[in-house]
């Protein structure tokens, strides 16, 4: 079983989503939000760095998977944004730990079937995809998609792998 922190960053809001997954079936181990309410930025930013070490710490993941920069139309927001996501990537790799990136239409396209899902839509196909007892909330709903979009991607990578080999007759 493989171990992923999905992240999504935010500037006051970075969710989180901790799942195991064999390749095929996915289980849910936590999830939750980092909340940097404080309004002196560099503390915001150390607020989120310093829990996204907490996470890697206690959950151990073998794999990290965060959100791309998408275009906001305002340029303050997305510079903001920018800074919240490198304070994140900054915690995993001090950590060495594997970390990658995905685009919020490659991961509804993964988690609902179409890149233009609404929030609700990811919601409602986590509840059902790890079987919860409620929706999660919608940051953390949205680094859980994350992790399972990456869980895919890589069972998906490994298949065409096994492929490729099987083609250059490493398996006849």
Known sequence: ????????????????????????????????CVRAAE?????????????????LIQYLPDQVAIEKVFMHRNVDSALKLGQARGAAICAVVNRSIAIHEYTPTEIKQSVVGKG?????????????????SAAPQADAADALAIAICHANNQNTLSRMHGIKGMRKGRYW
């Open 1 to 32: 079983m493989t171990r992923i922190l999905g992240i999504d960053p935010g500037s006051r809001v970075t969710g989180y989503g901790v799942i195991e997954s064999d390749g095929y079936h996915s289980g849910y181990v936590t999830s939750g």
């Open 39 to 55: 309004e002196n930025w560099p503390e915001r930013l150390r607020i989120i760095f310093n829990g996204i070490q907490e996470l």
């Open 116 to 132: 233009n899902a609404t929030k609700e839509q990811v919601q409602h196909m986590i509840q059902v995809l790890l079987k919860l």
